[in-house]
């Protein structure tokens, strides 16, 4: 895991510690805000938060999160 990805999403109000779906939920969220952004830093930034929370929802599917 990145932890420069723990910083920058600290203030979208998620956690390192969260359940599968949670994760889920918050990737498909943001992509239908991506659907909807027009500006270039803001679509760069939605998709790095997807990305983060697939990888979140990844650790917890292997088990790897050790909580």
């Known amino acids: 895991m990145d932890a ?3 910083s920058k999403f600290s203030d979208w109000g998620l956690s390192e ?3 599968i ?3 889920r939920a918050a990737a498909a969220r943001a992509r239908v805000w991506l659907a ?3 500006t270039p830093g803001l679509k760069q930034q ?3 938060l997807i ?3 697939e990888e979140l929802a990844a ?3 292997s088990g ?3 909580d």
């Open 4 to 6: 420069g990805y723990s």
């Open 17 to 19: 510690e969260e359940p």
């Open 21 to 23: 779906d949670y994760y």
């Open 36 to 38: 909807e952004a027009t």
């Open 46 to 48: 939605l998709r790095d």
């Open 51 to 53: 990305d983060w929370c």
């Open 59 to 61: 650790e917890v599917a």
């Open 64 to 66: 790897s999160k050790n």
